[in-house]
């Protein structure tokens, strides 16, 4: 069972134009590189939830998520790592055949089950969780994209192990649902400034629910953070030409991918804030790359006739 990063954190300096005229260091954390079986924020938001599963005798976990989900690929993939059965509740009816990121999860032995929208919607209810645990037996629950109390400590660990390393004044990430920037906060206690870029449309909601789950998580909120929500470029999975540049633009400048629902749309926000001079000179400035790169797959499955350049990817 991998119950520990097994990787240091990679640091990479961003010479980017915008950050060198004000003095800015901008480094790029590569934590898509830390955990190889299980890149990014979601092993992060998984490990204590796997202990605790572990710990309760469950040997089935049951989550949440759309077609294109990072969450059910990683939970997906955690179960026979982890030696856990899977079932992935799929937001939406049964479409065959399965996208590439549904047809992996199913290749790592996740049973899917599908909701539709109006029940998916109304998941979290006792009476609807009651009717899922009945049809697939007992088993752990995780919420869609990982984000409860228990996800917070693993992402709290990327603080410490980055302020072992290197000083720094901004942590920036990117949002779906809001538990790393949570368990961030948790981790900076305070004192750096945080920063989340929400990859959704009207995602307003998610300054609440951050600071719920914090609240749970150590029974604090915190004032040293800020979510932009300006920076969804169309929304979650959808096409944006402009971003779909940036990101070939900034693999073409610094060798790395980022991915077109969250990464490429937390960097594009950075350096249009340096551009802003949000950041104070002189400062140190981390983004987190929190790994995603299988989303490319459904996406270029569903946009591929609308651009000419896609990645190659793992």
Request: contains cysteine; charged residues 15%; hydrophobic residues 40%.
């Amino acid at each position: 069972m991998i119950d520990a990063f097994t990787s240091p954190l990679i640091l990479q300096e961003l010479p980017e134009p915008a950050a060198a005229q004000r003095n800015i260091r901008l480094l790029l954390l590569r934590d898509d590189l830390t955990q190889p079986a299980l890149p990014g924020n979601k092993w992060r938001k998984l490990k204590y939830n796997l202990r605790e599963a572990r710990h309760l005798g469950h040997n089935t976990l049951l989550t949440f998520g759309g077609a294109y989900s990072n969450h059910l690929a990683a939970v997906a993939a955690a179960g026979p790592l982890h030696g856990f059965r899977t079932v992935g509740v799929v937001r939406g009816e049964p479409t065959l055949p399965l996208n590439p990121t549904l047809a992996g999860a199913q290749a790592h032995g996740m049973q899917l089950h599908y909701l539709d929208r109006a029940t998916y919607r109304r998941k979290t209810e006792p009476e609807v969780l009651a009717e899922l645990l009945h049809e697939v037996g007992p088993a752990y629950v995780i919420p869609e994209g990982g984000s409860n109390a228990l996800a917070l400590p693993g992402c709290a660990e990327l603080v410490t192990e980055l302020t072992q390393q290197t000083d720094f004044d901004y942590l920036c990430v990117a949002c779906g649902t809001g538990g790393t920037l949570a368990g961030l906060l948790t981790g900076l206690a305070g004192t750096q400034q945080a920063i989340g870029v929400a990859a959704l449309k009207n995602a307003d909601f998610l300054r609440a629910d951050i600071d719920a789950l914090t609240r749970a998580g150590t029974g604090d909120t915190y004032a040293n953070w800020q979510l932009y929500t300006n920076y969804h470029l169309g929304g979650y999975a959808a096409y944006s030409a402009e971003l779909m540049v940036f990101i070939q633009q900034f693999q073409a400048r610094h060798g790395v991918l980022l991915d077109p629902l969250y990464t490429g749309k937390l960097l594009y926000a950075i350096l249009d804030l340096l551009e802003q001079d949000y950041f104070a000179p002189d400062s140190t400035v981390v983004a987190v790359h929190t790994g995603g790169l299988q989303g490319w797959q459904g996406f270029r499955q569903r946009f591929e006739s609308r651009s000419a350049w896609w990645p190659v990817v793992g």
